[in-house]
């Protein structure tokens, strides 16, 4: 990679720095797009990378990109577009849609479980005992977590190692650290900006800064580095969130309708159904028959579909499925049609 940024023009953005511009030289601050790409017309290869391509679903003005990709594709730049497995899809329709390009799909595949073993047994370390544990860390990133903070002889579980990696990573057993950082992903969130400027003691962002969490870029603002991190937090307010509802209705209002804020719930939701969690199962009975948004039962409902509840939830909701001339069931066999989504039921 090194080689390749000497001899070639290599640039990577991130996709949320295209949110909220009304031009697309507002991007290209310091200087005109047309200078961006003159500077470069001679080149034969260039290369441009879309770090985190999900986020472009929350553009809310989709024209600067439009002009941005229809521009560089024009003069022969390569665009590399890096997301994860469950947003594929939905991209490829928005690409196609909106942007009228259909990228080829690469797919990065985490280790398989054969891989892992043979890794723990060449680098001598034991894998977790826990099944849900061992399939995170399949995942390089959390395997790189797992090796740096690995114990020999350690005991952990799946809530133990991600409430260990929240704690020496992010909070550190300083509460006015996490809620600094809890404050920053919020509204993160909620404003769709990349920069903020936080509302934090200047101690406390210069730490985060140095933990590689947060960086500074004059004179726009903090950014957080990865969207793990951002999601970890989402996550972690969703859950305060959820211990301390007052209702249904309360739960989602303080957690906001953001589209990042709802991905989150989604994996969080999927999460507690995965864990087998009794509370989440009355969570999700009540949410269904409440007065909240429809787009929050369609997350409900998606989640529900990817778990192993999706069952009981047959069961427990087959009046509500039929009534109506079965409006619930169509409205379930289009999601799964929609998202792609193949479960095979009918084996069991």
């Known amino acids: 990679m090194k080689k390749q940024k000497e001899e070639i023009p290599f640039y990577v953005f991130k996709a949320t720095e295209f949110n909220n511009l ?5 991007f290209f601050k310091d200087f005109d797009f047309e200078e961006f790409i003159k500077a470069h017309e001679n080149e ?35 665009i590399i577009f890096t997301t994860r497995n469950n947003y594929v899809d939905v991209l490829n329709t928005e690409f196609s849609e909106i942007y009228g390009i259909l990228p080829e799909n690469i797919n990065i595949q985490n ?6 073993i043979k890794i723990a047994e060449k680098y001598d370390f034991n894998l977790p005992t826990e099944q849900k544990l061992t399939e995170l860390i399949r995942n390089p ?36 650290r996490e809620q600094c950082f809890l404050q920053i992903a919020f509204n993160r969130a909620k404003s769709g900006q990349f ?4 509302n934090c003691e200047a101690s406390i962002l210069n730490e985060l800064s140095r933990s590689g969490i947060l960086e500074y870029e004059s004179p726009y603002g903090y950014f957080i580095t990865h969207d793990i ?4 937090a989402l996550e972690k307010i969703i859950e305060r969130e959820f211990l301390n509802k ?33 509370n989440i199962k009355q969570f999700i009975e009540k949410a269904i028959n409440s007065n909240i948004a429809s787009y929050w039962k369609d997350e409900i409902l998606i989640s529900v579909l990817l778990s192993d509840y ?22 379930l066999t289009f999601k799964l049609i929609f998202s792609k989504i193949y479960i095979d039921k009918t084996k069991r």
């Open 44 to 78: 034969k290869e260039k290369i441009i990378v879309i770090d985190s391509a999900e986020k472009l679903l929350d553009i809310n003005n989709t024209e600067p990109f439009k002009e941005f990709l229809q521009v560089v594709l024009e003069h022969k730049w390569k």
């Open 195 to 198: 920069y903020i400027t936080p």
């Open 22 to 26: 009304r031009t697309l030289n507002d």
């Open 310 to 331: 999706s069952e009981s939830f047959f069961e427990i909701f087959k009046a509500e499925l039929l009534e109506n001339n079965q409006a619930l069931l169509k409205k």
């Open 246 to 278: 007052i209702s249904i209705e309360d739960f989602f209002t303080k957690i906001g309708d953001s589209l990042p804020m709802r991905r989150s719930f989604r994996n969080w939701l999927s999460e507690k159904l995965l864990l087998n969690d009794e």
């Open 141 to 176: 990133f959390y395997l790189n977590e797992y090796l740096k903070h690995y114990r020999e002889n350690e005991i952990l579980d799946y809530i133990d190692f991600k409430n260990k990696l929240w704690n020496q990573i992010i909070s550190q057993s300083k509460p006015i």
């Open 111 to 116: 280790l398989t479980l054969e891989e892992l």
């Open 229 to 232: 991190y951002e999601e970890w």
